[in-house]
Protein backbone atom coordinates (compact mmCIF):
# COMPACT_ATOMS: atom_id res chain seq x y z
CA UNK A 1 0.00 0.00 0.00
CA UNK A 2 1.42 3.26 -0.86
CA UNK A 3 -0.21 6.90 0.32
CA UNK A 4 0.07 9.01 -3.16
CA UNK A 5 -2.24 11.12 -2.11
CA UNK A 6 -4.28 13.36 0.92
CA UNK A 7 -7.40 10.99 0.70
CA UNK A 8 -4.95 7.71 1.14
CA UNK A 9 -3.43 9.83 3.97
CA UNK A 10 -6.67 10.08 6.05
CA UNK A 11 -7.81 7.18 5.21
CA UNK A 12 -4.75 5.78 7.19
CA UNK A 13 -4.64 8.14 9.82
CA UNK A 14 -8.26 6.97 10.38
CA UNK A 15 -7.18 3.45 10.54
CA UNK A 16 -4.50 4.31 12.82
CA UNK A 17 -6.91 5.95 15.47
CA UNK A 18 -9.45 3.20 15.31
CA UNK A 19 -6.48 1.16 15.80
CA UNK A 20 -5.86 2.59 19.05
CA UNK A 21 -9.47 3.07 20.10
CA UNK A 22 -9.33 -0.70 19.70
CA UNK A 23 -6.37 -1.41 21.86
CA UNK A 24 -7.25 0.85 24.45
CA UNK A 25 -11.31 -0.55 24.73
CA UNK A 26 -9.77 -4.24 25.18
CA UNK A 27 -7.75 -2.67 27.78
CA UNK A 28 -10.61 -1.10 29.54
CA UNK A 29 -12.96 -4.63 28.75
CA UNK A 30 -10.05 -6.24 30.75
CA UNK A 31 -9.88 -3.28 33.68
CA UNK A 32 -13.62 -2.93 33.73
CA UNK A 33 -15.72 -3.42 37.16
CA UNK A 34 -19.25 -3.58 36.14
CA UNK A 35 -20.86 -5.51 33.31
CA UNK A 36 -22.49 -1.93 31.71
CA UNK A 37 -18.88 -0.70 31.57
CA UNK A 38 -17.88 -3.79 29.73
CA UNK A 39 -21.03 -3.75 27.23
CA UNK A 40 -20.33 -0.29 26.85
CA UNK A 41 -16.60 -0.05 26.12
CA UNK A 42 -17.46 -3.64 24.10
CA UNK A 43 -19.59 -1.86 21.57
CA UNK A 44 -16.93 0.77 20.64
CA UNK A 45 -14.31 -2.18 20.13
CA UNK A 46 -16.62 -3.39 17.66
CA UNK A 47 -17.99 -0.17 15.72
CA UNK A 48 -14.32 0.59 15.65
CA UNK A 49 -13.28 -2.70 14.08
CA UNK A 50 -16.11 -2.40 11.75
CA UNK A 51 -14.87 1.05 10.73
CA UNK A 52 -11.08 -0.43 9.87
CA UNK A 53 -12.88 -3.29 7.73
CA UNK A 54 -14.65 -0.41 5.71
CA UNK A 55 -11.52 1.55 5.36
CA UNK A 56 -10.32 -1.47 4.28
CA UNK A 57 -13.18 -1.76 2.06
CA UNK A 58 -12.54 1.68 0.79
CA UNK A 59 -8.44 1.23 0.17
CA UNK A 60 -9.45 -1.80 -1.88
CA UNK A 61 -12.46 -0.87 -3.64
CA UNK A 62 -14.07 -4.03 -2.40
CA UNK A 63 -18.05 -3.65 -2.65
CA UNK A 64 -18.02 -7.06 -0.69
CA UNK A 65 -16.32 -6.00 2.50
CA UNK A 66 -18.06 -3.00 2.33
CA UNK A 67 -21.09 -4.59 2.08
CA UNK A 68 -20.22 -7.17 5.00
CA UNK A 69 -19.38 -4.25 7.36
CA UNK A 70 -22.63 -2.22 7.24
CA UNK A 71 -24.37 -5.83 7.75
CA UNK A 72 -22.06 -6.34 10.85
CA UNK A 73 -23.04 -2.63 11.45
CA UNK A 74 -26.41 -3.58 11.44
CA UNK A 75 -26.46 -6.66 13.45
CA UNK A 76 -24.37 -4.99 16.01
CA UNK A 77 -27.01 -2.70 16.42
CA UNK A 78 -29.87 -5.06 17.27
CA UNK A 79 -26.67 -7.16 19.24
CA UNK A 80 -26.73 -3.33 21.32
CA UNK A 81 -30.29 -2.80 21.76
CA UNK A 82 -30.89 -6.48 23.15
CA UNK A 83 -27.74 -6.19 25.41
CA UNK A 84 -29.32 -3.21 27.43
CA UNK A 85 -32.54 -4.95 27.27
CA UNK A 86 -30.81 -7.44 29.17
CA UNK A 87 -28.97 -5.40 31.82
CA UNK A 88 -32.12 -3.09 32.17
CA UNK A 89 -34.28 -6.31 32.82
CA UNK A 90 -36.46 -5.03 30.64
CA UNK A 91 -37.03 -1.71 32.43
CA UNK A 92 -37.89 1.18 29.54
Not at 37 to 52: H, N, Q, W
Amino acid sequence: MSIDSVPDLLLVLAMGVLAAAVVLGLFRIYSATSAAERAVVGDLVYFAAIGILMIIGIQTGSAIIQDAAMLAAFLGILATVALARILTRGER
